[in-house]
């Protein structure tokens, strides 16, 4: 067996955090007429496409809640589900007279919401969206708290682990490649640990950006292994610690990531005779010291710490919808109309050709011979302090291509373009507008 043997300068850098959180609103006496006011939405919007005969998925159905705009995800389980435009978080409604052993309105916090707003000011946000319909009790349904650990950790096996109980133990999964350790599983719902290999996963996920963002933020070397340690607890292993609310989690958390690391241990087999290395005598070895490191390291503080002005939020998911583009053409049609100019098909086919010249980007990268001449010049215009908010809508567009164009090149330095692009991108947002091609995050 490969010695592991762990010095106080091996000790690697943690995050800790809450990967995952869900919960419950209870609702009030108003919730009723919300509820029919969603589907009426939900049926107006369904209505503008069969109108023209347009074919149309569920994201493409909005509704509008506290002037903050939700995409349709379909119905699941009695619940109609949607998921607000930036994707912080999803929440579904259901009627209040089918199943009332269930609360109305269930919320669950997405990463791109957790880990770009931070948990605290996605609370106030949620909470300000829904005031008006809830009691302002919020029984939590789930949580994983969470560790990621700068540190390779495919060296693990399941055997190093042993548990208070039976069941979390029977209940193993392991997932390798080539003698490398992917993902252990051990326990299952209510209470299970996770433990992966969290560069593997982003390989194929959409949040990779965000969260190569965030380990930088937080001091971690993104070329490095990075792994997540992660405890998924449901409601019912929650009230065993008398755990009901989120504001209950949150106080508690710090001691329940500790417990949980104490009923499931990784142990140092070394600290017992190799011949008597069996299911038995593995629970008379000692913990592990990196496990003790992590157990000790967990600590919410900077991860709570995290936090918005709930002002900037709400402008932040501001959508401008048909709605609005129809009484503004409206209006211009009335002052053409004043000044004798015809708006008809031909002078929209004009409107739109402009347009697109308009939006196409001063500044691309392009494969020709004079490349390097023109990363000179954009590396130049970029580095220069800029002003975003003196920015016309058009040019932070164009200042945000420039960036993502830039990314590409392996000689940027792609720390500091991203942190770039993400105040660009949220200046963008504030601003009510999105780009007109997808963006990183």
């Known amino acids: 067996m490969e010695d592991k043997t762990i010095t106080s300068a091996d000790l690697p850098k943690v995050i800790s955090g809450i990967d995952t959180l869900f919960y419950f609103y209870e609702s009030n006496d108003l919730y009723d007429d919300f509820f029919l006011d969603i589907l009426d939405q939900l049926e107006d919007s369904k209505g503008r496409f069969e109108k023209r005969e347009i074919a149309y998925s569920n994201k493409d159905l909005k509704i509008a809640i506290s002037n903050q705009v939700f995409e349709f995800n379909g119905k699941a389980q009695g619940f109609y589900w949607f998921t607000n435009l930036d994707n912080f978080l999803s929440v579904g409604f259901k009627d209040s007279l089918t199943n009332r052993s269930l609360n109305d309105i269930q919320v669950q916090f997405n990463a791109v919401g957790i880990y770009t707003l931070g948990i605290k000011a996605l609370l106030r946000y949620t909470d300000d969206i829904f005031k008006d319909v809830t009691t302002g009790y919020k029984p939590v349904t789930r949580a994983d708290l969470n560790m990621f650990v700068q540190s390779n950790m ?14 979390y133990t029977t209940h193993l999964k392991e997932i390798s490649s080539k003698y490398r350790l992917q993902t252990l599983y051990i326990g299952k719902a209510p209470f299970l640990l996770r433990l992966y290999d969290k560069k593997e996963e982003l390989k194929t996920s959409k949040k990779s950006e965000l969260m190569y963002e965030y380990f930088l933020n937080n001091g971690f070397n993104t070329q490095d292994d990075i792994f997540n340690i992660e405890f998924e607890m449901h409601r019912k292993h929650l009230k065993m610690y008398n755990i009901d609310t989120v504001d209950d989690l949150l106080g508690y958390a710090q001691k329940l990531f500790k417990e949980s690391m104490d009923a499931i241990r990784l142990v140092d087999l070394s600290t017992i005779s190799e011949n008597s290395i069996n299911s038995q005598n593995r629970y008379k070895a000692e913990i592990h010291p990196l496990w003790k490191h992590f157990s000790d390291s967990y600590e919410l503080k900077d991860f709570l710490a995290l936090d918005m002005p709930l002002e900037r939020l709400k402008r932040k998911n ?124």
């Open 154 to 167: 495919s060296w693990l096996e399941k055997d190093m682990f042993v548990s208070r109980k039976r069941q």
């Open 318 to 441: 501001y959508s401008y919808t048909i709605e609005d583009a129809m009484k503004e053409q409206v209006s211009l049609a009335r002052k053409a109309y004043v000044h004798n100019i015809v708006v008809d098909e031909r002078f929209y086919e004009e409107v739109l050709e402009a347009y697109h010249k308009s939006r196409e980007p001063k500044y691309l990268i392009t494969k020709s011979a004079n490349i390097e001449k023109e990363l000179d010049v954009v590396y130049e215009t970029i580095s220069e302090p800029i002003n975003l908010k003196e920015l016309d809508d058009l040019e932070l567009e164009k200042y945000i291509k420039m960036i993502e164009n830039l990314m590409t090149d392996p000689n940027s330095d792609l720390k500091a373009l991203m942190k770039k692009h993400e105040l660009a991108f949220i200046e963008l947002k504030c601003r009510g507008k999105s780009l007109y091609q997808e963006s990183l995050f």
